[in-house]
């Protein structure tokens, strides 16, 4: 056979060649395309993730953290430079934030809204006594229901709010007029006083977390704590629980009455925290609070540790 029959084969040949070797290299490019920029975008990913996985979880029971969420649902915040009128808390206002929690419906013998009968002794005592008892509390109502941040004022206008729903015709007090002035030395008395009392109770608060945390590590008692989760319970407590356990309103078992704990103690931890969280009766869930679970666990321990 001559060269010249030979050549067209050859090419032939060559021209299979190069449709296999097309297609391959079409393959391995669009593999390579994809691979190059995938790596690239996980390589962003962990990086800019890296610093929420390592660090979120150790920030959960930061002090910072933990106050964020155990704050109350609702807040009052008085500009203390002025002296303004129009930055206080109307008597209506006041009642809705504070006051409404007992004597919406009468609960723990607190005279119920607009009730002329249940409000007609409390009335007749006179607008001084009346004020005397909302500043500096009476029974099982705290001073000033429970909220400290609340200025005298606002106070004694919730009061004649009340007052004037069951039945009484008080004058809207006004800045530097009514009983204020006149009770003014007893509730600074009073506010004195509940320093002293509060630092002495801290005090002693801060040795009894110690002892407790001491004998609950040594044995096996379910209602044992650390002393992190018991300063924890301690600032939940302060700042959410505070307004019913102290004195043991609306049937709540007082801080420290061992004889009003211990019924709750004998349904067990799950059962206390189960009802802390979903609430019962006149307590609301989460104690109106935005704790989360291990918190309101460790206010739980906390105020056992403290009743018995």
């Known amino acids: 056979m001559s060269t010249t029959e030979q050549q067209p084969n050859q090419n032939n040949d060559v021209s299979q060649q190069g449709q296999v070797q097309h297609p391959l290299r079409i393959f391995l490019t669009a593999i390579f395309a994809f691979l190059i920029p995938l790596g690239a975008l996980i390589l962003i990913l962990e990086y800019a993730t890296n610093d929420l996985r390592t660090g979120g979880a150790a920030r959960q029971l930061t002090h910072e953290a933990v106050a964020e969420r155990i704050q109350p649902v609702a807040r009052v915040l008085i500009d203390a430079s002025s002296d303004d009128d129009a930055e206080l808390k109307t008597g209506e206002e006041v009642y809705n934030m504070t006051c409404a929690t007992c004597h919406k419906d009468g609960v723990a013998g607190a005279p119920k809204f607009a009730d002329e009968a249940a409000w007609a002794p409390y009335i007749e005592t006179g607008y001084d006594e009346l004020l005397h008892v909302a500043l500096n509390g009476k029974g ?169």
């Not at 109502?141 to 609340?150: E, F, H, I, Q, R």
């Not at 919730?158 to 009484?168: D, I, L, P, Q, R």
């Not at 001491?214 to 600032?235: C, R, V």
């Open 140 to 308: 099982a109502m705290p001073a000033k229901g429970g909220n400290t941040s609340l200025d005298d004022l606002e106070v004694e206008r919730a009061m004649v709010y009340m007052a004037n729903a069951a039945g009484a015709d008080f004058d809207e007090p006004e800045s530097g007029e009514g009983g204020a002035d006149e009770s003014e030395g007893d509730s600074a008395e009073a506010a004195d006083a509940a320093a002293d009392t509060d630092a002495d109770s801290a005090d002693e608060s801060a040795d009894s977390a110690d002892n407790a945390a001491d004998e609950g590590a040594a044995g096996d008692d379910e209602f044992a704590a650390t002393a992190e989760q018991l300063e924890i319970g301690k600032q939940l407590y302060s700042t959410s629980c505070l307004a019913c356990h102290a004195t043991g309103i609306a049937g709540a078992p007082a801080l420290g009455n061992a004889e009003a704990w211990q019924p709750y103690i004998e349904t067990g931890l799950d059962t206390m925290l189960e009802v802390a969280i979903n609430g019962k009766g006149a307590m609301p869930p989460r104690g109106a609070s935005q704790a989360t679970d291990e918190e309101l666990k460790a206010a739980i321990l906390y105020m056992v540790s403290e009743s018995r």
